[in-house]
């Protein structure tokens, strides 16, 4: 499965989160074991009560440049992987997809 997909209204992203983490970060791609894709990212939030989900929301719209509107997890509110989808259309969408691709091409 492919970390990245289009939709009618823009991306889905597939993210695995480690909360609780020393520093927050957007380190990558990982591929897992049953084949699957996986942005990993890291959030110092804890994981109660949706902070790590709003850290990560944050993390991500920073990191895109988008506001913070235009994401949200729409899979695994309470799991590790989760599935974030991102509204953009046109020139917005190939900046985004070009910034999440970018990772992966320096493997």
Known sequence: ????????????LHVRL?????????????????GSRHLAV??????????ANTAL???LAK???LPKRDLDVIRGATSRLKT????????ALARIRSLLE???DER
């Not at 983490?21 to 591929?31: N, T």
């Open 1 to 12: 499965m492919n970390g990245l997909q289009s939709d009618a209204t823009g991306l889905v």
């Open 18 to 34: 480690t909360p609780n983490a020393s520093a927050d970060a957007v380190e990558g791609w990982q591929d897992g074991a049953d």
């Open 42 to 51: 890291r959030v110092r939030a804890v994981p109660e009560k949706g902070k």
């Open 57 to 59: 929301i944050a993390l």
């Open 63 to 65: 990191h895109l440049g």
């Open 84 to 91: 974030v989808r991102i509204e953009a259309e046109g020139p």
């Open 102 to 104: 970018g990772p992966s």
